[in-house]
């Protein structure tokens, strides 16, 4: 299977404006750059996990008005849809590549999910590289570094799953764009695979 590089072109998209043109242009040059990993990751990812894992392409279908700001490739266990569960994601914002694992607003468990990394994360979290980043919400690009994160800052982040319906918990690896243009195919499996590795953790504790 060849893996396609990101290009100045698949980040530039999100410049485009109107609904229409954007969603004509991401469909052309992005969506089937997305389906290739989803195909890859999905058998690596079923390895990984140990569960039989589909890939879900955003179709950002319910928009009428506003043009995505950035776009995805999802990973979960369930052929029907990847919301309510937790997944692995690899996507787009006109800045940055991310590759992370997620448990946003749409999960039953994520209180459930919350409590338990608020108890028992501790040893996981040593794991992970303080280059990666963590989020408490996917509809916006910003995030902040591990190593710039202490022991309260991370009690909050789980507390605040459990008490607060909107919040979200997403952790993983940002790469600027002018360095994921410059990822060859291979670089760019290499890395994706590695962050999956170290975020492998959560997402069975989740």
Known sequence: MDIPA???????????????????QLKSTLRPKLEVLGQY??????????????????????????????????????KRGYKMLPHFQIGLWPTHLFIWVAVIN???QK???????????GPLLENIPGHYVWSDDHTKPGATRM?????????????RMQTVKKSEMLCGLQI???EAVKMSPDALVKTI?????HVLPLYKMA
Request: hydrophobic share 35%; proline share 5%; with cysteine.
């Open 6 to 24: 990101f290009t100045d072109q698949d980040f530039n998209v999100f410049h485009i404006e109107g609904l229409d043109p954007r969603m004509e």
């Open 41 to 78: 990751f999905s058998s690596v990812l079923s390895v990984m996990t140990g569960d039989e894992m589909f890939y879900h392409v955003a179709k950002h279908a319910r928009r009428t008005k506003n043009p995505p700001n950035d776009t995805w490739v999802a990973f979960a266990r369930s």
């Open 176 to 178: 600027p764009k002018d």
């Open 147 to 159: 190593d710039h994160m202490d022991k309260q800052d991370f009690k909050n982040l789980f507390i």
């Open 111 to 121: 209180a459930e999910i919350g409590k338990r990394l608020e108890k028992e994360a």
């Open 106 to 108: 749409e999960c039953p």
């Open 193 to 197: 695979g590695n962050v999956f590795v």
